[in-house]
């Protein structure tokens, strides 16, 4: 029996001299060295007792090594779970501990904080570092290549946590072929071929910068020039050897705050992409006047990769996510499910290929999001035009999506409420220019309590991961409700919609 993904994405360039990453110091590095390197990985994890279905969760800064871990992971049969950078050692131990994963790769300067947490959970500590080094680098480097096990098309290949509305992240299950699926398509939506050239300065821990960017790049079998994060000062340098680049709409607002972006230099380039989060249309507009391109805006979830897509020849609308892709389908319904007339908002249900089998541990919560019939709930609403461009115009769960990564409001606000002289608490997004939306945090003291927003912001910081603390804390004496008692959100939304634009 083949693997899956491992022979669609990486045994098609085996021993293949071509580049596959090229480095912000002009490193190179060819797929068949990559190739070798992910072997080891993959010996590294056998001979650490792992086998096909274990889990492995990965806290690692971007790095070639950290992407050779989760190839060798796919060739060893293992499931990953690649975690935010910026979760904290409490959220880490929710995410090995739920996955039952068997080891937790880290950085080595997270080692302290995390070996009682993976000791905790039952799992085996590694350190790899961004340079190669750290114990567990060291010993696959020394490893012998595992043989690529036997994967099949519905096998899980991956865990991806979402955030909960009621504060507990859901882990995605995907599987190789959702996956799969998801690249071939993008390939031939957005024309990529092994002439292009991605640069990719996205995060990895991601479903954009990882299943998105990155097996898009493999499935073409063009090169990435792979930069550890974004800089604006490095995306500039290096754009006139780039032919594509995949971001979020707070790297294109921060290179228009810099007079170097001009036509010039974006006169290599075929393709500007933007996803995760809103793209408003000024930004569109701006973008094209300043270089002479329009950025194609898509649309996805952490439970589906890519649903929908702006057209690569036709017009590209501002405000849009464009169309559903080929093969999958999308609906717009009411609450129970049943078809809204064109053009009406509704929440939005799409069925393909790429949907994820489910949520980890459960199937309750399963059941209430993916229908019998294979449509999945996405809780985002929406409406289709005339024209079948789909428009996104909210979120049903009160999802905020700031610089692409999601909060959901009720885990910040348990966080909030937990803490001393906070009686309840609101958390909603406002527009903000360079991250979509920015979390705001409405508290109500406790009588006789003396608050302010300094002290809100030095107590979750410990507690929560930097992308869900409040950029602003505003103070009220009471929360606006219905008759019912429910907080009524879409005021408070109203009341503070331009506290980042004014």
């Given at each position: 029996m083949a693997n899956h993904l491992h022979d669609a994405l990486f045994g098609r360039h085996d021993g293949s001299a071509r580049d596959f990453l090229i480095l912000p110091d002009g490193t190179r590095l060819s797929h068949a060295a990559f190739g070798d390197l992910a072997a080891r990985y993959a010996g590294a994890f056998v001979a650490a007792g792992l086998k096909p279905g274990d889990r492995v969760a990965l806290q690692l800064e971007k790095s070639?090594?950290?992407?050779?871990?989760?190839?060798?992971?796919?060739?060893?049969?293992?499931?990953?779970?690649?975690?935010?950078?910026?979760?904290?050692?409490?959220?880490?131990?929710?995410?090995?501990?739920?996955?039952?994963?068997r080891l937790l790769l880290c950085d080595g300067r997270n080692a302290g904080a995390l070996a009682a947490i993976a000791e905790g959970a039952g799992a085996a500590l590694g350190v790899v570092n961004a340079d190669g080094s750290g114990a567990f680098a060291e010993a696959a480097r020394a490893a012998a290549p595992a043989p690529v096990a036997a994967r099949r098309a519905d096998d899980l290949a991956a865990l991806l946590y979402t955030s909960g509305t009621t504060g507990r992240s859901k882990g995605a299950m995907m599987s190789h072929a959702n996956?799969?699926?998801?690249?071939?398509?993008?390939?031939?939506?957005?024309?990529?071929?092994?002439?292009?050239?991605?640069?990719?300065?996205?995060?990895?821990?991601?479903?954009h910068g990882l299943f998105v960017a990155i097996n898009v790049a493999l499935l073409a079998g063009c090169p990435m020039i792979f930069l550890p994060r974004f800089d604006a000062d490095e995306v500039i340098?290096?754009?006139?050897?780039?032919?594509?680049?995949?971001?979020?709409?707070?790297?294109?607002?921060?290179?228009?705050?810099?007079?170097?972006?001009?036509?010039?230099?974006?006169?290599?380039?075929?393709?500007?992409?933007?996803?995760?989060?809103?793209?408003?249309?000024?930004?569109?507009?701006?973008?094209?006047?300043?270089?002479?391109?329009?950025?194609?805006?898509?649309?996805g979830m952490t439970e589906t990769n890519m649903i929908t897509s702006n057209p690569y020849a036709g017009a590209r609308r501002a405000g849009t996510v464009g169309f559903p892709l080929p093969g999958i389908e999308l609906k717009v319904c009411d609450g129970e499910g049943r078809d809204v007339p064109e053009g009406e908002i509704g929440t939005l249900e799409v069925r393909g290929p790429n949907v994820f089998q489910g949520y980890w541990n459960m199937p309750e919560k399963t059941a209430e999001e993916l229908r019998a019939d294979g449509f999945f709930i996405t809780g985002d609403l929406g409406r289709v035009d005339a024209d079948g461009y789909v428009t996104i115009v909210g979120r049903g769960k009160d999802l905020i999506i700031t610089g692409g990564y999601n909060v959901y409001p009720k885990e910040v606000e348990l966080a909030l409420d937990d803490l001393p002289g906070v009686l309840e608490s609101a958390v909603i997004g406002a527009p903000h220019r360079d991250y979509g939306e920015g979390v705001v945090a409405v508290v109500v003291p406790e009588a006789g309590a003396r608050l302010d927003e300094k002290t809100i912001l030095d107590a979750l910081a410990g507690g929560l991961a930097r992308f869900k603390q409040p950029k602003a804390v505003i103070f009220r004496t009471s929360l606006p409700r219905n008759t019912m008692g429910k907080v009524q959100k879409n005021l408070l939304r109203d009341e503070v919609k331009a506290i980042f634009t004014t």
């Open positions: 070639p090594d950290m992407l050779a871990a989760i190839a060798g992971a796919i060739r060893a049969g293992i499931v990953f779970l690649p975690l935010n950078t910026a979760y904290t050692p409490a959220e880490v131990s929710y995410f090995v501990t739920d996955a039952g994963a996956l799969l699926s998801n690249a071939e398509v993008l390939v031939d939506y957005w024309r990529f071929t092994d002439r292009d050239v991605l640069l990719h300065a996205l995060p990895i821990f991601h479903t340098r290096l754009m006139p050897q780039a032919t594509a680049m995949m971001g979020v709409p707070t790297f294109y607002t921060r290179l228009l705050d810099d007079p170097r972006l001009t036509s010039d230099l974006a006169r290599t380039m075929r393709l500007f992409i933007s996803g995760s989060a809103p793209l408003l249309a000024e930004t569109h507009r701006q973008w094209e006047t300043r270089t002479g391109h329009r950025i194609l805006e898509r649309y």
